[in-house]
C-alpha cells in the first residue's frame, strides 16, 4: 500500500511539475493571443468582454503594407542565411579544429557583436553606408544583418564541430579517407543537425530585427513604390541650388535612405523597398542666422502639448512624448541641424504660454485669433474636428441645439474649443475642466449636458462610459498649426511656414498621422503662399 | 609545428565581416565617445555617462547577473531531468514543452510578459482565481522582477538546449556505475554529469550574459523608469538629445562589462586546452 501511495505521489509530482512550467511557458503567449483578438478588455474580466478581428484588419490593410513587409523579411532573411552559412560553417571549423594565431583574440572577436547595443554600431554603419551608397539596396541589408546573424552561426557551427567525435575522423583518416572526404562524409553529417540550428537561428534573429525596424512606420515602404513620388521629384526640381536639391532629396527620401540615390528616384528606378530606421546626418539648409533666430539656445525646443490625442501622447511603456507633432519638431530640428528638446505640457494653454513667453522656440497649437498676439502662425497641416456629446437620452439631435439657457458645456480650459465655445455660444453655460482628456469624467461627475472635445476622443471616452453618444456633425474645424514667438520676425516665421508646407507636400504629414494611427483628422491643404495667417 | 594557413583561410571571410560590419563602426563609437565638438580629446562623455547613469550601471550588471544564476539553474534542472530521468513520456513532453521561449523574440517577449505580469494580467487572474492570494494583495511585476522574468524565461530554453545537448553526450557507463552503486540522481547530476559540461554552461551562460546586456526591448517595454537598464539610457540619449558621444560612451562602458563574461570564459578555454596537452 505505501508503494502505490508513492508512486501515486510521484505520479502528481510529476503531472503538477509539468502543468506548471506549461502555464510558465504558454500563459504569457495564451495572453498575447487573446489580447490579439480582444475588441474590449476590461478589469476585472478574466477573458475580453469582447472578440473581433479588427486589429487584424488595420495590420493587412493595404496602406499598413504589413504583408509587403513580411515578403520582404522572408526574402531577405533566406539569403542573409546563405551567406551566414557559407562564412561560418569554414569558420566554425577553424575554430573547432585547425590550430590558429592569437586564438584568444579571435574568439572575443566574435562574442564582441552580441555585447553591445546595436544601435550605435548601426548609425556609424549608416554613415559608412551612405559614402559606399548601400543604403536601402538588399546587399546594404544583407551585409548588416549578416554581421549579427554570422556571430551566432560561427558560435553554434563551431559547437557542432566540436562535438564530432575527433577519433572518428582519425579513424576515417587512417583508413585511408582524404581530408575532404573525412569531412563531407564524417564531419559534415554529424555536425549538420547544429548546423541546421545555427541556420535557424540566425534566421528567426532577422525576422525579429526585421520585425522591430518595419514596425515603428509600415507605410515608409509603400512610400518607395511611387505614391507619392512624383511630389519628391517636383520638390527636388523646385531647388534651385544643387546643394539644396541634394539636402531636399536626402529629406524627401524615407529615414535613412541614401541622398545619394535620388538620381534613381527620378528615373522612376527606386532601390528595392528596403530600409533602416536610422535617421539621416542633420544637413543644416537654412542661413546660419535664420538658425540662430529661430533656436536661439542652440537647441531647438519644442512645446508638445500631451492634451490633445491627436497632437501628441505618452508612450505607456516609455512616458516619453510621441505623435505627430513630436515627429514634426524632429524633422524641423533635422532640418536645422540643432538639436531637438522636448518641452512637453499637460494642457494647451500651458503650452501657448511657453510658447508666448519664448520658452520655448516652437509649439502646435490650433489657430485661433486671441492666441496670435503672441504667436506667429504657419498655416494648418492638420484639420481636426471638434463634436458634442451627449447621454443617449439626450433630447438634443443636432449641433445648433446646443445653445440654449439653461445648457451646460464642458470644454477643456483653454483649449481650441473653449476659445470657440467662449465666442460662439450666448446662452448655454460654459463649464471648464482642467484638461481635455477630462473633459467627459468633468461631465459624468457633474452632470452636465453637453461634452466638447477632439471626435476621436470622444468617440474613445463613449467606449469607455457606455450609454453616451456622439452628435451628428461638427461644431467646429480645428486648424491646427505650428508657431513660434511673435518677436522671432518674419524671415523665421515664413521659414516654419515653407517647412510645414514642405511637410504636407512630401507626404510627411499623412504618413505621420497613418503611422500614429489617427483618424478624422485630415491633411490641411496647402497653403496658396507662404503668406501671413 | 603545425601550419597556421588552412585554419587562417577558412576563418577570413567571417573575420572579413566581422571587421568591416562591427569593428571599423565601433572605432567610430569610439572615436565618438572621445571627441568633443571642436575634435579634441576629452573625458567630458564618460564624466556625464557615470554622473548621470552610475545606477543604472550597477542596475544593470545586477540584472544580468541575477538572471545567469536563475537560468544556470533552471537549465540544469531541466536538462538533468532530461537525462537523468525516468519516466519517459515525462521527458519527452518536457523536451517538446521547454523549447518554445525559442521561438519567441525578445520584443514579443517584451510585450508577452508586459501583459502577463501586469496587475490586472493572467498572472494574477490565475493566482487569485486559484485562491492562491487575496485580490488586493495583487500587484505588478512590472519592475526588475519582470525584467528578470523576462529574461530567464528567454533564455533559459537557449541555454538548456545547450546544456542538454552536452549531457547527453556524456558516457552513460559513468552514470549507471554511480547508479548502480546507489547514488541517488541529484548526486550523480553534481558529482558526475555536471562537471563533464561545466564548459558548455559557461558558454551558453556568458552568451546570455552579453545578449541580455544589449537587449534594448525588455527593459524598455516593462521597466523604463529610472533606474533602469544601460540600453534605455543609450536610446534615450539617441533619440531624445541626439547625443551620440554620450550615447557610445554608455556603449563602451556595457561593453567592458561583456569583455568580462568574454575573459572569464576565455580564461576557462585556455585552462581546459592546457590540461588536454
Redesign the interface.
Known amino acids: 500500500v505505501n508503494d502505490t501511495a508513492a508512486r501515486l505521489g510521484k505520479t502528481l509530482l510529476r503531472a503538477g511539475g509539468i502543468a506548471l512550467l506549461a502555464f510558465l511557458i504558454f500563459g504569457p503567449l495564451a495572453n498575447l493571443l487573446l489580447w490579439a483578438f480582444a475588441e474590449r478588455w476590461y478589469f476585472p474580466g478574466k477573458i475580453p468582454q469582447e472578440f473581433g478581428l479588427t486589429f487584424w484588419g488595420r495590420v493587412f490593410e493595404p496602406r499598413g503594407g504589413a504583408v509587403q513587409s513580411l515578403v520582404t523579411s522572408v526574402w531577405i532573411a533566406l539569403l542573409t542565411v546563405a551567406f551566414c552559412l557559407a562564412v561560418a560553417v569554414p569558420a566554425g571549423y577553424a575554430l573547432a579544429r585547425l590550430k590558429l594565431p592569437w586564438r584568444a583574440v579571435i574568439l572575443l572577436l566574435f562574442l564582441l557583436p552580441q555585447a553591445i547595443p546595436n544601435l550605435p554600431i548601426y548609425v556609424n554603419i549608416a554613415r559608412m553606408f551612405y559614402e559606399l551608397r548601400l543604403n536601402g539596396t538588399v546587399l546594404g541589408v544583407v551585409l548588416v544583418h549578416a554581421a549579427h546573424g554570422l556571430v551566432l552561426a560561427v558560435w553554434i557551427a563551431s559547437a557542432a564541430f566540436a562535438a564530432v567525435d575527433a577519433q572518428l575522423e582519425e579513424a576515417a583518416r587512417n583508413l585511408g579517407a582524404g581530408p575532404w572526404r573525412c569531412f563531407a562524409t564524417v564531419t559534415l553529417p554529424l555536425a549538420a543537425p547544429g548546423l541546421i540550428a545555427s541556420a535557424r537561428r540566425v534566421h528567426r534573429h532577422l525576422l525579429r530585427r526585421r520585425a522591430r525596424r518595419d514596425h515603428p512606420a509600415p507605410a515608409d515602404v509603400q512610400r518607395q513604390h511611387g505614391r507619392q513620388l512624383p511630389d519628391r521629384v517636383d520638390h527636388r526640381a523646385a531647388a534651385a541650388d544643387p546643394v539644396d536639391r541634394l539636402h531636399a532629396a536626402g529629406r524627401a527620401l524615407p529615414q535613412g535612405q541614401c541622398a545619394g540615390d535620388g538620381g534613381a528616384l527620378t528615373d522612376g528606378a527606386a532601390p528595392r523597398p528596403v530600409r533602416s530606421t536610422l535617421r539621416p546626418m542633420p544637413n543644416p539648409s537654412l542661413p546660419a542666422d535664420l538658425v540662430a533666430t529661430l533656436a536661439p539656445t542652440g537647441v531647438l525646443r519644442a512645446s508638445i502639448n500631451l492634451g490633445n490625442p491627436i497632437l501628441a501622447h505618452a508612450d505607456a511603456a516609455t512616458g516619453a512624448a510621441g505623435g505627430v507633432s513630436v515627429d514634426l519638431a524632429t524633422a524641423f530640428a533635422e532640418r536645422l541641424g540643432v538639436t531637438l528638446e522636448l518641452v512637453v505640457f499637460k494642457t494647451a494653454a500651458a503650452s501657448v504660454d511657453a510658447v508666448t513667453n519664448a520658452q520655448a522656440d516652437i509649439g502646435f497649437f490650433a489657430i485661433d485669433p486671441v492666441r496670435g498676439a503672441g504667436i506667429g502662425f504657419t498655416a494648418a497641416y492638420v484639420l481636426i474636428e471638434g463634436c458634442y456629446l451627449v447621454r443617449d437620452g439626450s433630447p438634443l439631435r443636432a449641433n445648433e441645439e446646443v445653445d440654449r439657457a439653461g445648457t451646460r458645456v464642458v470644454v477643456g480650459g483653454g483649449s481650441a474649443y473653449d476659445l470657440h465655445l467662449t465666442r460662439e455660444l450666448k446662452h448655454a453655460t460654459i463649464v471648464r475642466a482642467p484638461s481635455s482628456p477630462a473633459v467627459v469624467d468633468t461631465f459624468v461627475a457633474q452632470g452636465c449636458d453637453v461634452a466638447a472635445g477632439v471626435k476621436q476622443q470622444l468617440e474613445a471616452d463613449a467606449r469607455r462610459f457606455p450609454g453616451h453618444r456622439l452628435l451628428p456633425g461638427r461644431f467646429m474645424v480645428i486648424q491646427q498649426a505650428m508657431g513660434l514667438p511673435k518677436g522671432r520676425g518674419e524671415a523665421a516665421r515664413a521659414a516654419l511656414a515653407a517647412f510645414v508646407e514642405d511637410m504636407k507636400a512630401q507626404g510627411f504629414v499623412a504618413d505621420a498621422l497613418a503611422r500614429h494611427h489617427i483618424e478624422g483628422a485630415s491633411v490641411a491643404p496647402l497653403a496658396a503662399a507662404h503668406g501671413p495667417h | 609545428m603545425?601550419?597556421?594557413w588552412?585554419?587562417?583561410l577558412?576563418?577570413t571571410?567571417?573575420?572579413a565581416?566581422?571587421a568591416?560590419?562591427?569593428?571599423?563602426?565601433?572605432g567610430?563609437?569610439v572615436h565618438?565617445a572621445f571627441t568633443d565638438k571642436a575634435g579634441a580629446f576629452t573625458l567630458a562623455h564618460f564624466e556625464k555617462s557615470f554622473e548621470f547613469y552610475a545606477n543604472d550601471m550597477l542596475f544593470t550588471v545586477a540584472i544580468v547577473l541575477l538572471s545567469c544564476l536563475l537560468i544556470a539553474i533552471v537549465a540544469i534542472a531541466i536538462a538533468g531531468y532530461l537525462t537523468l530521468g525516468e519516466?519517459e513520456r515525462?521527458r519527452n513532453?518536457?523536451r517538446w514543452?521547454?523549447r518554445?521561449?525559442l521561438?519567441?523574440?525578445?520584443?514579443?517577449?517584451g510585450?508577452?510578459?508586459?501583459?502577463?505580469l501586469a496587475k490586472?494580467?493572467?498572472?494574477n487572474?490565475?493566482l487569485v482565481?486559484g485562491g492562491l492570494i487575496d485580490p488586493l494583495a495583487a500587484q505588478s511585476l512590472l519592475d526588475w522582477r519582470g525584467i528578470v522574468i523576462a529574461f530567464v524565461?528567454k533564455q533559459a530554453p537557449f541555454v538548456t538546449?545547450?546544456l542538454a545537448?552536452?549531457m547527453a553526450?556524456v558516457e552513460t557507463t559513468h552514470i549507471e556505475a554511480a547508479r548502480n552503486l546507489g547514488a541517488p540522481r541529484w548526486r550523480v547530476l553534481g558529482g558526475i554529469v555536471l562537471p563533464q559540461v561545466k564548459g558548455?554552461l559557461l558558454?551558453g551562460l556568458?552568451?546570455s550574459f552579453?545578449?541580455m546586456?544589449?537587449v534594448?526591448?525588455v527593459p524598455?517595454?516593462?521597466n523604463?523608469?529610472s533606474p533602469t537598464m544601460?540600453?534605455?539610457d543609450?536610446?534615450?540619449r539617441?533619440?531624445?538629445?541626439?547625443?551620440?558621444a554620450v550615447?557610445?560612451a554608455l556603449?563602451?562602458v556595457?561593453?567592458l562589462?561583456?569583455?568580462a563574461?568574454?575573459w572569464v570564459?576565455?580564461r576557462h578555454?585556455?585552462k581546459k586546452a592546457e590540461q588536454v596537452s
Open positions: 603545425k601550419k597556421h588552412p585554419g587562417l577558412l576563418i571571410p567571417a573575420l565581416v566581422i568591416v560590419f562591427f569593428i571599423v563602426p565601433l567610430l563609437s565618438s519516466h515525462t513532453v518536457l514543452l521547454y518554445w521561449p521561438f519567441i523574440p525578445f520584443v514579443v517577449t510585450q508577452v510578459m508586459r501583459t502577463f490586472n494580467g493572467m498572472l487572474h490565475v482565481g524565461w538546449l545547450l545537448g552536452a553526450s558548455t558558454v556568458v552568451l552579453v545578449t546586456l544589449s534594448l526591448s524598455l517595454m516593462i523604463p523608469n544601460m540600453t534605455v543609450v536610446a534615450y539617441i533619440s531624445t538629445h541626439g547625443d551620440y550615447a557610445n556603449c563602451l556595457s561593453l562589462f561583456g569583455a563574461g568574454a570564459y576565455l578555454a585556455v
